[in-house]
């Protein structure tokens, strides 16, 4: 493993960014401050940031109701982000998706997908766009355990290896979908065995190691820029949070999360192994660890005071381009 | 010169000059060309009912592209594609088909824009046949294209002639907001107009007045423009003036110039080949009261199917579709203030 | 056909018509008739408009009855002088058979030809030379004479063209001046094989005629300019604007009522048939470049010369809106015609009147 001291940083700036973000929208989800639903990826950070690394804003990525820690991995403001949640007119989609369709599409981003396996035949479509404009650009869709068993999925998994479609199939196994166990709902328990129903290469990978993540996306990102076509990567890892804020949780075994808070933190592994090889040290992690909180809370400031969409104006906009 | 075109061949002349305009244009679908991966002959349907035949041959596999049948993920796929450069024409083989694949339109296509705050935008077609009368029965025989105009963020097109089928079609596709796009499968071949041969585009929102009269309003869609002109004939010679209007596209819809007519004749009957229950016909009628009602003469009558799905035997089937007859009985019941 | 006895027939206004409707009298029987008053409303699926009297007389008949559906050439009514006998009218309308032609099932079709690199589309029917050529005028098409080429068609052969950026001709239009079009319409009827003919211009059309004059003066026997434009700068600039942005009914129609003095003559129909010609690709452009070529900022830019030298007259109607009746004075030693109460189609409102004027100038000038 050699990458260099930028995607170290980056990367390791990402992850943080996500985690201090999900960590702050579960405090102010507790107070009351942010409406609807929220769904926090606290603890997948490693799978988005390893996966994304290897996109620029041209490659495409559909996410699920689970999405801002990818919208934050593809370089969504984040600002724009927390202005979002509040359901602010300034936010990244006028207040008007909310935090279940967030999206940026200048980065990319093809928006969270408040529908299991919606996002799927999407991203088939973004790469076929790619290989018939021959961009040379990748399409990546997350998908997770519980979306793995979709219809829409499966038919995605199918024609993306009919049409060989430059895309990859990044399904997050977290052990849950909403409050039961994929172990059970998923037949046969692991999610990589589909990839050999549907003639694709498929790896497993652990999502608490972000260095692991990075090294099976960037293979298979390369895979699809030279048109060998879609690959499937099933990430099994873990959650910190319910699957809903406001989910009790009674499903998970007692001291679960707790456990993976504390052995299975990927941005405590991150800080081990880089300080250990020493390419990044201790202060200047704690450097970044410092703007990070600084950024996510101007965000937060600026996001109490901003302006709501007007009801007059701001509902009846945008419905269509020209009606 | 006047050249006759059937419905079928204006539209696969709306698709072909489209193509050759603008090379993102591309086609999917269930066989619309047919014989992919087969060992015989390639273009070998050239869609289920023809409307793409030769189109592959012309533009080959990267711009005329087979499906495996799933719908959901090669609808969803054109969606997705929209939104990223192309402006794929999706063939769904049959509306009644819609079930597995309505998540795509519902709650993506018609979405974005709104949700993702004007930022989005998803030029993509989706094609499909619908429509009663041979005898194809209960689940490739329904109507259902209020179920679109009813979702925001969707446009939805139901041309009843060759010339409108081409000139809005090729709107269609150069509009950049998502459009169903409703073909009649009996038009296919019994529509025939003198249609010009270079590219036209007819805007959406505008009814076509096929008669002008004082007497009564008629607004009919697709097949049922037909049927309501030759109830209309037979009005004429007994003395009754009907005003035929056929609104060509019901999302956007030209309420204004149902209204306008409405005010001058003063009675409405509306013909739609669809289950009653949230139809067209009951959208149009709720419309008109709540913004004509003082110019009502009388009741308005909405001739559609009955509350049964399609049956097989063709008897059946010639019953439950509305017929002449039918249009001119209601009309009748109108002017008698009934 | 006796001249005492006149029949009155379904005429065949325009190529799609093959049967109208009788709608309303307005001539009762055994009333006088003076000519071109209006006799009979017809309509067809597609055009409605009144049949007016060819010739001055009694009305003896009133042969279909309101409501009665006839071919193209079905007799409609009888106009005979008052001495004629009631025995004499029965054997006539009892006798009466459509001419040939007009029974005939596959009616003439839109012909085109290929020259100087664009297609130009023409109807062609009748016979007998010189032939009258039809040019029509701004976002009109051939069709704008279909009130007057079937019943010119009777005496000699007559050509109404599509201008270049109408109707089905080619949309290139050059620079958009009347001479780049007359130059076109000139090559267009080398190639049909025309050498010395009758020329009929309505509004540009008109303007264009001038051009070909002076372009062909050993060829065109006679010009006859409807409400033309080429004489006067004055002009209706909001029109010509707002039917070059017209693209849907509502807009189509206030632009086409101004073309009336009768706006009821606007039907539904007529502004459909317009919107479908204007919808074609490249219409819309090719008007947008003649407009601001001829007519910029509401005048006309250039006048259309009048001294070819070759036999003029000059048909407007008394109340139009577009191009002022007054620009009929205009062209020296020009003969005029003035109809009262029409506007600026004033050849499709008293459609037998102008076409007879046309007919009386063409055979004085042959």
């Known amino acids: ?323 | 010169m006047a050249r006759i075109l059937t419905y079928r061949d204006a539209l696969r002349e709306a698709l072909r000059q489209a193509m050759e305009e603008d090379p993102t244009v591309i086609l999917m679908g269930e066989d619309i060309a047919g014989g992919k991966g087969a060992p015989g002959e390639q273009d070998a349907w050239g869609g289920d009912m023809g409307v793409t035949k030769g189109l592959w041959g012309q533009f080959g596999d990267a711009r005329v592209i087979d499906t495996p049948i799933s719908e959901a993920s090669y609808i969803g796929a054109a969606v997705g594609a929209a939104t990223c450069g192309l402006r794929p024409v999706a063939e769904l083989m049959f509306v009644d088909f819609m079930g597995v694949c309505f998540d795509q339109l519902l709650n993506q296509a018609a979405k974005f824009r709104y949700m993702f705050g004007g930022k989005a935008k998803t030029p993509v077609v989706i094609r499909t046949q619908y429509g009663a009368g041979y005898r194809t029965a209960a689940q490739h025989s329904q109507t259902l294209y209020s179920m679109f105009a009813h979702v925001p963020g969707l446009k939805v097109v139901v041309p009843s002639t060759a010339y409108d089928a081409k000139g809005l079609l090729i709107s269609a596709i150069r509009d950049d907001d998502p459009v169903i796009f409703f073909e009649h499968k009996v038009l296919y071949d019994e529509a025939r107009d003198d249609v010009p041969e270079a590219p036209y585009a007819i805007p959406f929102g505008e009814a076509n007045f096929v008669r002008e009269g004082d007497d009564v309003t008629i607004v009919a869609l697709g097949r049922m423009v037909h049927f309501a002109a030759k109830a209309a004939d037979v009005l004429a010679k007994n003395g009754v003036s009907c005003e035929l209007i056929d609104p060509r596209t019901i999302s956007p819809l030209d309420e204004d110039s149902i209204l306008e007519s409405v005010e001058k004749t003063g009675r409405l009957v509306v013909v739609d080949e669809s289950y009653p229950r949230c139809s067209m016909a009951a959208d149009i009628a709720g419309l008109v009261v709540d913004k004509a009602f003082h110019a009502l003469k009388a009741p308005i009558r909405q001739v559609t199917a009955p509350h049964t799905p399609v049956p097989f035997a063709p008897v059946l089937e010639d019953a439950f579709i509305p017929s002449p007859a039918k249009i001119e009985a209601a009309v009748r019941s109108v002017m008698k203030g009934a | 056909m006796s001249e005492r006895i006149t029949a009155i027939t379904m005429p065949k206004w325009g190529m799609a018509m093959d049967e109208g409707t009788v709608v309303v009298w307005h001539v009762a029987e055994g009333a006088s008739v003076a000519e071109s008053q209006e006799v009979v409303d017809v309509e067809s699926p597609k055009i409605a408009n009144a049949i007016e009297a060819k010739r001055a007389g009694v009305l003896r008949r009133q042969v279909a009855p309101l409501g009665s559906v006839l071919p193209v050439g079905g007799l409609i009514g009888v106009i005979a002088d008052a001495d004629v006998t009631d025995p004499e009218i029965d054997a006539f309308v009892a006798g009466y058979e459509p001419p040939e032609a007009a029974l005939s099932d596959s009616g003439p079709s839109i012909a085109t030809v290929e020259a100087n690199g664009r297609t130009i589309a023409y109807l062609d029917i009748g016979a007998g030379d010189p032939p009258i050529v039809m040019v029509h005028g701004f976002g009109g098409s051939l069709a704008s004479f279909m009130f007057n080429q079937s019943s010119l068609a009777e005496d000699r052969r007559v050509i109404a063209i599509d201008l270049p950026g109408h109707g089905a001709s080619s949309k290139d239009v050059g620079d958009g001046s009347a001479l780049s079009l007359a130059d076109a319409i000139a090559a267009a009827i080398d190639v049909i094989g025309l050498t010395r003919f009758h020329l009929v211009g309505h509004s540009l059309g008109g303007a264009v005629c001038l051009h070909l004059a002076e372009l062909r003066p050993a060829q065109v026997a006679s010009v006859t300019l409807i409400a033309s434009a080429g004489l006067g700068p004055e002009i209706d600039g909001a029109f010509i604007d707002a039917f070059v942005a017209a693209e849907r009914r509502k807009e189509m129609t206030d632009v086409a009522t101004k073309l009336y003095a009768d706006e009821s003559i606007v039907t539904r129909r007529v502004v459909e048939d317009m919107l479908r010609m204007k919808r074609i690709d490249g219409a819309s452009k090719a008007m947008a470049t003649i407009a601001t070529q001829q007519f910029p900022g509401g005048r006309q830019s250039a006048a259309a010369p009048t001294d070819s030298g070759v036999p003029l007259l000059v048909i407007w109607g008394e109340a139009d809106r577009v191009i002022p009746v007054a620009h009929a004075a205009l062209a020296s030693g020009a003969q005029r015609h003035i109809v009262a109460g029409a506007g600026h189609m004033v050849h499709a409102e008293a459609h037998a009147e102008v076409s007879r004027a046309i007919a009386e100038f063409c055979n004085a000038h042959p």
Not at chain 1, 282 to 307: H, P, Q, T, Y
């Open chain 1, 1 to 323: 493993m050699q990458l260099n001291r930028d995607v170290l940083t980056e990367s390791y700036r990402k992850m943080r960014t996500i985690r201090a973000f999900e960590e702050k929208v579960h405090d102010l989800f507790e107070t009351g401050a942010l409406p609807g639903f929220v769904h926090l990826y606290a603890g997948e950070e490693a799978s988005a940031v390893g996966v994304c690394a290897h996109l620029d804003d041209e490659d495409r990525i559909v996410s699920t109701h689970r999405g801002h820690g990818h919208c934050i991995a593809k370089g969504c403001d984040v600002e724009g982000m927390m202005l979002e949640l509040f359901g602010r007119r300034s936010g990244v989609c006028g207040g008007k998706g909310g935090s279940m369709h967030i999206a940026d599409l200048s980065k990319g981003m093809m928006g969270a997908n408040a529908i299991v396996g919606g996002g799927p035949p999407l991203a088939c479509g973004a790469a076929l766009a790619a290989k018939t404009l021959k961009t040379g650009k990748v399409a990546v869709t997350f998908t997770g355990d519980g979306g793995s068993n979709q219809g829409t999925t499966l038919e995605s998994l199918n024609l993306a290896s009919v049409w060989k479609l430059p895309m990859l199939f990044v399904f997050e196994n977290n052990g849950y979908a909403e409050s039961t166990g994929s172990g059970w709902s998923v037949a046969g328990g692991d999610i990589l065995r589909r990839a050999h129903a549907f003639d694709m290469p498929g790896f497993q990978v652990d999502g608490f190691d972000f260095f692991a993540v990075h090294e099976i996306a960037g293979e298979a990102v390369e895979r699809a820029r030279r048109g060998e076509g879609p690959t499937l990567i099933e990430v099994k890892f873990g959650r910190f949070y319910g699957h809903h804020e406001g989910d009790a949780q009674t499903y998970r075994a007692k001291g679960e999360v707790e456990r993976l808070r504390a052995d299975h933190d990927c941005l405590k592994n991150f800080r081990q192994r880089v300080t250990e090889a020493a390419l990044l040290t201790g202060s200047e992690l704690d450097a970044i660890d410092a703007e990070v909180d600084r950024a996510i809370e101007s965000a937060v400031a600026v996001s109490r005071k901003a302006a709501d969409p007007d009801p007059a104006v701001d509902l009846l906009t945008d419905v269509y381009i020209r009606y």
